[in-house]
Each structure stands twice: as structure tokens, then as C-alpha cells.
T-cell receptor, first 113, second 114 residues
């Protein structure tokens, strides 16, 4: 059974700092890996989707990498801003299913002004 | 486009009562999903649909039923609510299988069962 772990569970940084969020998964036979953002009391917003054949994806100040063989992904946020404060969720598609997302529990990020 | 909308936003039920959560999407997506989010558990898939008239069980389907009579709507029913069903429920949709596409999420429905 696929399990997704995110470390750390919570992170507090000063504005302007570069930071890395970590995600690991137990079954390396994934189809893709996705990073989502969740604001308090809101739904999830997709940030980046990395196909299993890709090594990284970039969107603005965000860069996500994927190392399928080691079962790891990182989300790099450059020059963090208070508006980046949210919970970041990692999810993978795996196990012969083409739809079922397995989610990690998330990292709660706080960027202090 | 409104995207994915959910009705109601918040509801309080007594144990044994029934209710239906409505999800609607205006993006002409084929796939729709219902998740629940609980503290310390992450999001878990309840039921899903790969097209109008189809439904299938996800990871935690017990105590829930679903229907997809129209392509744009996906209903989640609780026939006899239990306190263990207190949770935040999210609906999502995707144009096709999520191997190629991400899922688009609604704002959630907070359900409290007393």
C-alpha cells in the first residue's frame, strides 16, 4: 500500500528566505506526483504536476523535483512571502490506478513578515 | 467559470439523520471524486465516477452512497449519519484520468454529526 510522508509537519520562516519542503513515498511505481496548496478553510489548489518520466517542474518561484528511484520529491520555494503561508500537500498516483491520489498529511508553512 | 462548487458549506446533523451533499462542476469534466479530510489522516477517497451514470468505491466508502445522474453533478449521501462521519468533505473533478491531469477541488463542506 502506498504511503506518502511529508516532513516537516510545520515550518516557520522569515520573509525572503528560500525553503524546501520534503515528500517521500514508499512505492516508487508512481505515474505522477503533484503538489497542492491549501489555505485555511479552503479547497486544494494544484501547484505543480510532475509525470513519472520527468525530473522537475517549475512555476514562478516554485520548483518541484522528483527522484522516483529513491521515492522522494522536494518543493523549493524561493524568496518566500507572507502570502505563501498555507498547508502544502504532496500526492501521488500509483498502484495500477489512473485516478486515485494518495495524499501526505501536509506541511503547514508560516512565512513571517 | 465557477469551477467546482459544493453545497452546503456547513451542516450540523444529529446521529441517524440523513443528508445529501451536492457537487457541481461547469468544466465538462468526465471524472469526479469525493474525499474526506480528517486531522492527522490526510485526504481519503470515498467514491469516484469516471462518467455520467457510473460510480465506484474508493478507499473509505462505508456509510456513504453516491450518484452521478448528470455529468456536471456528483451527489454524496449519508443515509444514517454517525459521529465518525464528522469531517470536511471535498469534491474534485478532472477532465480525464489523473495520470495526465490534475484534479480541481471545491471549497469543501464542513459536517458535524452530534
Amino acid at each position: 500500500k502506498q504511503e506518502v510522508t511529508q516532513i516537516p509537519a510545520a515550518l516557520s520562516v522569515p520573509e525572503g528566505e528560500n525553503l524546501v519542503l520534503n515528500c517521500s513515498f514508499t512505492d516508487s511505481a508512481i505515474y505522477n506526483l503533484q503538489w497542492f496548496r491549501q489555505d485555511p478553510g479552503k479547497g486544494l489548489t494544484s501547484l505543480l504536476l510532475i509525470q513519472s518520466s520527468q525530473r522537475e517542474q517549475t512555476s514562478g518561484r516554485l520548483n518541484a523535483s522528483l527522484d522516483k528511484s529513491s521515492g522522494r520529491s522536494t518543493l523549493y520555494i524561493a524568496a518566500s512571502q507572507p502570502g505563501d503561508s498555507a498547508t502544502y500537500l504532496c500526492a501521488v498516483i500509483s498502484g495500477g490506478s489512473n485516478y486515485k491520489l494518495t495524499f501526505g498529511k501536509g506541511t503547514l508553512l508560516t512565512v513571517n513578515p | 467559470n465557477a469551477g467546482v462548487t459544493q453545497t452546503p458549506k456547513f451542516r450540523v446533523l444529529k446521529t441517524g439523520q440523513s443528508m445529501t451533499l451536492l457537487c457541481a462542476q461547469d468544466m465538462n469534466h468526465e471524472y469526479m471524486y469525493w474525499y474526506r479530510q480528517d486531522p492527522g489522516m490526510g485526504l481519503r477517497l470515498i467514491h469516484y465516477s469516471v462518467g455520467e451514470g457510473t460510480t465506484a468505491k474508493g478507499e473509505v466508502p462505508d456509510g456513504y452512497n453516491v450518484s452521478r445522474l448528470k455529468k456536471q453533478n456528483f451527489l454524496l449521501g449519508l443515509e444514517s449519519a454517525a459521529p465518525s462521519q464528522t469531517s470536511v468533505y471535498f469534491c474534485a473533478s478532472s477532465p480525464r484520468a489523473s495520470v495526465q491531469e490534475t484534479q480541481y477541488f471545491g471549497p469543501g463542506t464542513r459536517l458535524l454529526v452530534l
